[in-house]
């Protein structure tokens, strides 16, 4: 009995300890610091090599209103994912480590966290309650609408469920993120628009 007791105390112990291991620390200013260190850099290593372009397209096909939830929105994996193999990758690892990440991997999980705290705060700030109100009764009358198609309305009702239920259902580690990043957020906001 002794020896169940123990066996059973050991695993406690040991699940415990593992699930504490991979519970996601939020963001720290470093964190967010050394993401803000390479965007300037990458910026102009994109425009030396012309990834600008494709990057936007890469975005516009990667908006996370389609997603049904914003921890699919990895836009800098994605982009890692296509450096991989180019020329460039030398010159954007540099980048990535004279900016403070161990490597590149770190920079994209890093980056990826980023945006997605970043897209929930812009959402947030920009959804009142007062326009969550305003659409639920646009809800309320496409689904009465008789001169809409059902694909419309079903597209329409889609994106207005989305960017309701995105708004409100946003993950803990985001929410934790978010607040790491509100000081950085106009700084964050001038860096988007060069």
């Known amino acids: 009995?002794?020896?169940?007791?123990?066996?059973?105390?050991?695993?406690?112990?040991?699940?415990?300890?593992?699930?504490?291991?991979?519970?996601?620390?939020?963001?720290?200013?470093?964190?967010?610091?050394?993401?803000?260190?390479?965007?300037?850099?990458?910026?102009?290593?994109?425009t030396k090599y012309d990834f600008i372009e494709n990057s936007d397209k890469a975005m516009r096909n990667q908006n996370p209103m389609a997603n049904q939830n914003l921890s699919d929105f990895s836009p800098m994996t994605r982009s890692l994912k296509e450096i991989k193999g180019h020329e460039a990758y030398g010159e954007f690892e540099n980048i990535i480590r004279n900016a403070g990440f161990s490597s590149p991997q770190q920079w994209a999980n890093v980056g990826d966290r980023v945006m997605k705290a970043y897209m929930s705060l812009k959402m947030i700030a920009d959804i009142t309650p007062e326009k969550i109100q305003e659409m639920k009764v646009s809800i309320e009358?496409?689904?009465?609408?008789?001169?809409?198609?059902?694909?419309?309305?079903?597209?329409?009702?889609?994106?207005?469920?989305?960017?309701?239920?995105?708004?409100?259902?946003?993950?803990?580690?985001?929410?934790?993120?978010?607040?790491?990043?509100?000081?950085?957020?106009?700084?964050?906001?001038?860096?988007?628009e060069e």
């Not at 978010?178 to 906001?189: F, I, R, V």
């Open 141 to 192: 009358d496409i689904k009465k609408n008789e001169y809409l198609s059902p694909e419309i309305k079903k597209q329409l009702l889609n994106s207005m469920t989305q960017m309701m239920v995105m708004t409100t259902n946003i993950p803990k580690t985001t929410k934790a993120d978010q607040e790491t990043l509100k000081p950085y957020l106009a700084k964050l906001e001038r860096l988007f």
């Open 1 to 46: 009995m002794k020896i169940i007791a123990a066996l059973s105390i050991s695993i406690l112990i040991f699940l415990s300890s593992f699930f504490a291991l991979h519970a996601e620390v939020p963001l720290s200013g470093n964190d967010v610091q050394h993401f803000m260190n390479a965007m300037k850099p990458l910026q102009e290593l994109g």
